[in-house]
């Protein structure tokens, strides 16, 4: 991954990104379900392909969800 942040291309890019897919956190079960369904599709797709040019982003979103899920466990003393 390269150091240099070119802001000025990122958030173009970035505005692009989540018109097409709903990235970012994941704050009501309502976010959840609708991110869990994008994962099932794109896994759908990608399977266990780690060439596959989706690869990384599912790994992103797999990790969206569970931190999400992580928020909801109840913390034990």
């Given at each position: 991954m ?6 000025e291309k ?14 970012t956190?994941i ?11 994008l ?8 399977l266990?392909?780690?060439?596959h ?11 969206l ?10 913390v034990?003393?």
């Amino acid at each position: 991954m390269s150091a240099t942040l070119d802001i000025e291309k990122l958030v173009p890019a970035w505005q692009a990104l989540i018109s097409v897919i709903p990235l970012t956190h994941i704050e009501s079960e309502s976010d959840y379900k609708q991110v869990t369904i994008l994962l099932n599709k794109l896994l759908d797709i990608v399977l266990d392909d780690s060439s596959h040019p989706l690869y990384s982003l599912v790994s992103v979103i797999g990790d969206l969800i569970e931190a999400y899920e992580i928020d909801l466990e109840p913390v034990y003393p």
